[in-house]
């Protein structure tokens, strides 16, 4: 069945500096792939998404670029701050199927 | 508020009692899924409903866990016998549709953390 793996954390930064957390896949067809992240104390919401090869999904300083031939949606960010310590989760869609969700990676940026 | 609620938000049981967790999703939403999520594990997917009715209820874990859902509003959780291996944070989400839409987004809830001594 489909499965997502995430790098294994937590992963601790400085202030300002580049995060990538690593994501893979497996899967059957073309699925949507998703990252959602968990702040302190609140729910998931998703952080950004992406339909198909190639596309590349943005939000809040925020990338993944959905990697067909590698079967990856690593999310990347050039300068992280302080706020955004949280826990980050890889997730994907196969059309008509359920959401599969990774086990997450706890990033902690220090001031 | 126009989010996904769930109630209680915690819940502390001894082990051998039932437990019922709600989900209220977001109005208009006809698709809610249940989730588990250990201390430190990623989320477990258990159930999910489109309207009233449960296509996929591959995840529940064994037959002490149940779900219905009324219409396309509350679900319920029900765990029987409660376990110790139970305590989790169960976590609800809704979306528009479990179909035809390809990328609907889930909305999730902000979990209920059960706790079984």
């Known amino acids: 069945g489909d499965s997502v793996t995430q790098m294994e954390g937590p992963v601790t930064l400085s202030e300002e500096a580049f995060l990538t957390i690593n994501c893979t896949y497996t899967a059957t067809g073309y699925p949507s792939l998703f990252w959602y992240v968990q702040y302190p104390g609140e729910g998931l919401q998703l952080l950004l998404k992406a339909t198909k090869a190639d596309d590349k999904g943005s939000n809040k300083g925020f990338e993944a670029t959905y990697r067909k031939e590698t079967t990856s949606f690593h999310l990347e960010k050039g300068s992280v701050q302080v706020s955004d310590s949280a826990v980050y989760f890889c997730a994907l869609m196969s059309y008509g199927q359920n959401f599969v969700f990774g086990p997450g990676t706890r990033l902690s940026v220090l001031p | 508020g126009a989010g996904v609620s769930q109630s209680p938000s915690n819940k502390v049981t001894e082990k051998g009692k039932d437990v019922e967790l709600r989900c209220d999703p977001i109005s208009g939403h006809t698709a809610l899924y249940w989730y588990r999520q250990r201390l430190g594990q990623g989320l477990e997917f258990l159930i999910y409903f489109q309207g009233n009715s449960a296509p996929d209820k591959s995840g529940l874990p064994s037959d002490r866990f149940s779900a219905e859902r009324t219409g396309e509003s509350v679900s319920t959780l029900t765990i029987q016998r409660t376990q110790q291996e139970d305590s989790a944070v169960y976590l609800c989400?809704?979306?528009?549709?479990?179909?035809?839409?390809?990328?609907?987004?889930?909305?999730f809830g902000p979990g209920t953390r059960l706790t079984v001594l």
């Open positions: 989400a809704s979306s528009l549709s479990a179909s035809g839409e390809k990328y609907n987004e889930q909305f």
